[in-house]
């Protein structure tokens, strides 16, 4: 395995790791290096230097539950804040708010 994704540094909470390590290892695989993996607006980014087409779509898979899964503690989560974004569960939210987005949502579901 390459030896540069060992020195990659999550810069996201231990809830994704779940998300995050099955991409690591399809990686490791595949010979592809990592760039960079972190937290933007609530979601995982995960970048990954010439991707194959599955590492793609594992990477778009992963970013799409980023947003459904507390980023502290890897239970179902919702997006919260307002000039921050936040993927959070209701305990980890605390007194956060959900964005307006999704509190529609929640009321319609
Ligand atoms: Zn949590």
Redo the contacts with the bound molecule.
């Keep these: 395995m390459p030896e540069s994704n060992l020195m990659v540094v999550k810069e996201c909470g231990p809830?994704w790791d779940k998300l995050i390590d099955p991409i690591i290892k399809l990686c490791e695989d595949d010979g592809a290096e990592i760039l960079q993996i972190k937290e933007k607006f609530g979601g995982l980014r995960f970048y990954v230097h010439n991707p194959s087409p599955i590492i793609e779509l594992e990477i778009k898979e992963a970013e799409r539950l980023s947003y459904k899964t507390?980023e502290?503690?890897?239970?179902p989560?919702l997006l919260y804040g307002g000039s921050w974004l936040k993927t959070?569960?209701k305990?980890?939210a605390g007194k956060a708010t959900l964005t307006t987005k999704l509190k529609k949502e929640e009321n319609n579901g």
Excluded: I
């Design positions: 809830g507390c502290v503690c890897g239970e989560g959070l569960c305990e980890h």
